[in-house]
């Protein structure tokens, strides 16, 4: 095999024609992509005539604040106070998150790095759960969840969030790439098991998790409370949100500011974690 | 570990055992469940016309958007990857906002709206292709077609980010590694070590395409109405939904789903073999 000479400051296999044919290409794809998100905010925005509009327009031609005012107006005279129902969704997001994602990152470790009897069986299990149609559980899980007693808490919410395969399967995918002779120097210097999953493990996956954080805020943010809770002092905002669309036409409006509204945390969530995450794997130190 | 496998198996596995179990009983819901052996299984396959209809959609189905969103997926994230972090989270958001937003469905009922309006119509009868609108999402000829086109639109969603995150734990020294050894251009780098680099990740990817390609149904249900015109977008999960919480036999619905489930089951193990032998 022939060798080249590295040209320092010049990338490497890259070259500039095909560098714009494929910046065209993700152009293309991603303006006809960003659609429903430019139709959502537009609509927020559009007084009454323009949503009802046929055919629609993409942009708003007199934009108006209404909608939001409408909205706050409807909220004004309910009996749970509508911070009430923001804490609920903050609250079963943020702790249905975290937990999961550190309660999968701990079963991951041992799973992917720790070799055990039933490891093997035991991965299957995970993997094939995931193929199996959440259709048919749904009552056999409300029968679980009343046993436990856990209906109409937050809990029938949070707690099988915590154990939602996908983290599992996907933090441990991302370890199973961190070389063992990493941890073996970390064993050798004297680290204990939880200090190598603190300090190496998740630290090398940081992509993994921030990854997850997306996938577990996106399931519980919508998570619709109606399911097992009823009281209404414990449901959520994107339930009452639906209610507000169930007054009917008139309703459009306000339902076009909920749309947006309910999209800004998930979004700046994303923006946020998919921003940071860049490379983590480092493999100074270590000549195998 | 214990606490993650004490609530994955009490909220994940033991309903899709019980599931399991129901496939082989008579149960409405209302009445506790009795025995019903493989009668369940036997009607499906012998009796039921439009299960085996809703069989065939799904995996022509499968068979097209499968492989095509995951290529998809893999390559806009590999491409995504050259981009400066800010800007590739901007990026990424806006190829992936079809899996968040709730109003996805609208684009495409205005884009193949029965009426003149509707998008597709008025540019094919502008140009001259057609003289009358076609009813796009009535006429069981274009409807697969149409589903397949949308499903392949939303196809850039839980493997994309997993190949994003995926791509940024590739040791970049392999990279130097592997010009000095001869690697010319971008496609020999992807082929030679990135692809090998990210095998779990895209074994990953696998699993989740397979999971979403056979399950098809949200996107039918929501486009296409429910049940569809002559059952021409009618899919296993379809029928299913329709067992399950229309007709109340639970029974048979989990007959579905088990059925379903070992199709998916040959489909990874066919898929996972054939990719242990990518970039050898």
Not at chain 1, 231 to 244: A, M, P, R
Not at chain 1, 256 to 271: D, E, G, K, N
Not at chain 2, 227 to 248: K, M, N, W
Request: net charge positive; aromatic share 14%; with cysteine.
């Amino acid at each position: 095999m022939k060798t080249r000479k590295l040209k320092a400051g010049k990338r490497l296999n890259r070259s500039w024609g095909m560098d714009i044919a494929l910046f065209i290409l993700i152009g293309g794809v991603a303006s006809f992509m960003a659609l429903p998100l430019v139709f959502t905010i537009s609509n927020a925005f559009k007084p009454i005539d323009e949503i009802f509009q046929f055919p629609p327009k993409l942009i708003v031609r007199n934009p108006t604040f209404k909608n939001f005012s409408d909205l706050i107006n409807i909220f004004s005279d309910s009996w749970v106070p509508f911070s009430r129902y923001v804490f609920n969704t903050f609250f079963i997001t943020i702790t249905g998150t975290v937990g999961h994602v550190i309660l999968a990152s701990a079963a991951a470790y041992p799973l992917a790095k720790i070799k055990f009897p039933g490891r093997n069986i035991l991965f299957s299990i995970v993997v094939l759960s995931l193929m199996f149609t959440s259709y048919v559980t749904q009552v056999p899980n409300y029968m679980t969840i009343s046993w436990l007693g856990l209906i109409n808490t937050h809990w029938s919410i949070i707690l099988p969030a915590f154990g939602m395969t996908l983290g599992l399967y996907l933090m441990k995918q991302f370890m199973e790439q961190i070389p063992d002779a990493l941890l073996e120097a970390a064993k050798i210097d004297g680290a204990s098991e939880y200090r190598i999953f603190w300090q190496i493990i998740m630290p090398i996956v940081k992509p993994a998790w921030l990854t997850l954080i997306i996938f577990s805020l996106q399931n519980l943010w919508t998570s619709g409370s109606v399911k097992y809770i009823y009281s209404e002092q414990l449901k959520t905002v994107d339930y009452v949100f639906g209610q507000v669309g169930a007054g009917g036409l008139v309703r459009t409006g306000p339902m076009s500011a909920v749309a947006l509204l309910m999209l800004t945390v998930p979004v700046t969530v994303f923006i946020v974690t998919q921003s940071n995450i860049i490379q983590t794997m480092s493999t100074s130190g270590l000549k195998e | 570990m214990a606490p993650y496998f004490i609530i994955f198996i009490t909220f994940t596995v033991l309903p899709v055992v019980m599931s399991l179990l129901l496939s082989f009983t008579n149960f409405n819901m209302l009445e506790p469940p009795t025995w019903a052996g493989w009668s369940n299984f036997t009607r499906l396959f012998v009796q039921d016309d439009v299960f085996m209809l809703a069989l065939k959609n799904t995996l022509l189905f499968a068979a097209i958007t499968g492989p095509v969103s995951y290529m998809a997926c893999f390559l806009f994230a590999w491409l995504i990857n050259e981009f400066p972090p800010k800007l590739r989270a901007v990026l990424t958001l806006i190829l992936y906002v079809p899996s968040i937003s709730g109003n996805t469905y609208l684009i495409w009922q205005l884009l193949f709206a029965s009426d003149s309006y509707g998008f597709a119509n008025a540019f094919l009868i502008n140009w001259g292709f057609i003289l009358e609108p076609i009813q796009w999402l009535q006429d069981p000829r274009y409807m697969l077609g149409i589903l397949i086109i949308v499903q392949l639109w939303l196809s850039l969603g839980t493997s994309f980010l997993a190949f994003i995150a995926g791509l940024q734990n590739v040791d970049r020294s392999l990279y130097e590694a592997g010009a000095i050894d001869g690697v010319r251009n971008r496609w020999q780098e992807l082929w030679f070590i990135t692809l090998p680099a990210m095998r779990p990740q895209l074994m990953f990817g696998a699993v989740i395409q397979i999971s979403i390609a056979f399950a098809v149904a949200e996107v039918s249900m929501q486009l296409l109405g429910f049940p569809s015109v002559d059952y021409a977008a009618h899919t296993v999960v379809t029928h299913l939904v329709d067992y399950g919480t229309i007709r109340f036999e639970l029974g048979y619905a989990s007959a579905i789903a088990t059925v379903l489930f070992s199709i998916m089951l040959l489909t990874n193990l066919i898929i996972q073999t054939l990719l242990k032998k990518v970039g050898d």
